[in-house]
T-cell receptor, first 117, second 113 residues
Framework: EAGVAQSPRYKIIEKRQSVAFWCNPISGHATLYWYQQILGQGPKLLIQFQNNGVVDDSQLPKDRFSAERLKGVDSTLKIQPAKLEDSAVYLC???????????????FGPGTRLLVL | GNSVTQMEGPVTLSEEAFLTINCTYTATGYPSLFWYVQYPGEGLQLLLKATKADDKGSNKGFEATYRKETTSFHLEKGSVQVSDSAVYFCALSGGGSNYKLTFGKGTLLTVNP
């Protein structure tokens, strides 16, 4: 079974530029998550989708971050404009479904490492 | 809100030493508990999990027991190997309609030959 795919793996941009990250979850997984992992810290949830609907985006800085999952499969996370403090690893994860015990385990992609100069 | 506290690292051990990484949590209800591992240059991998009190999760020689009375989920391994060198994250997932993970800050483990 293929895992969660993410691209690009690395990105370097200057502040005030825009950037987009792509995620393809495990086939059949209804739930998709984007996390931000700043160096030396644990991942922090940015946004959670169930199919193509948003479940939780309470920690997403909506003035500059946006995300979509139009067909309930792939997802894109965008930052516009980027700030220095956005330098981090952006992780995508997916799980089979919510609300069913044992099926909410999240599987992570390799991440996109973003450096904002 | 939910929170996870892990012992501060880094932890440096010799091969075949005993490993304990402490993890305590604060949560409402009955969360599921997880240990994830992140090897250098790689993404997070699920190491083990426990979904209810007194459950023991185990994998690759690692074990952790869900202790509700002490709100703890300590990770242990009897004999570490050089290949176990990685960052270990304790995490919890709350119930209800939102299963987002709340992570600890991570503990860097280095095992020397």
């Amino acid at each position: 079974e293929a895992g969660v795919a993410q691209s690009p793996r690395y990105k370097i941009i200057e502040k005030r530029q825009s950037v987009a990250f792509w995620c393809n979850p495990i086939s059949g997984h209804a739930t998709l998550y984007w996390y931000q992992q700043i160096l030396g810290q644990g991942p922090k949830l940015l946004i959670q989708f169930q199919n193509n609907g948003v479940v939780d985006d309470s920690q997403l800085p909506k003035d500059r971050f946006s995300a979509e999952r139009l067909k309930g499969v792939d997802s894109t996370l965008k930052i516009q404009p980027a700030k220095l403090e956005d330098s981090a690893v952006y992780l995508c994860a997916s799980s089979l479904r919510l609300g069913t015990s044992g099926q909410e385990t999240q599987y992570f992609g390799p991440g996109t490492r973003l450096l904002v100069l | 809100g939910n929170s996870v506290t892990q012992m501060e690292g880094p932890v440096t051990l010799s091969e075949e030493a005993f490993l304990t990484i402490n993890c305590t949590y604060t949560a409402t209800g009955y969360p599921s508990l997880f240990w994830y591992v992140q090897y250098p240059g790689e993404g997070l991998q699920l190491l083990l999990k426990a979904t209810k009190a007194d459950d023991k999760g185990s994998n690759k020689g690692f074990e952790a027991t869900y202790r509700k009375e002490t709100t703890s989920f300590h990770l242990e391994k009897g004999s570490v190997q050089v290949s176990d060198s990685a960052v270990y994250f304790c995490a919890l997932s709350g119930g209800g309609s939102n299963y987002k993970l709340t992570f600890g800050k991570g503990t860097l483990l280095t095992v020397n030959p």
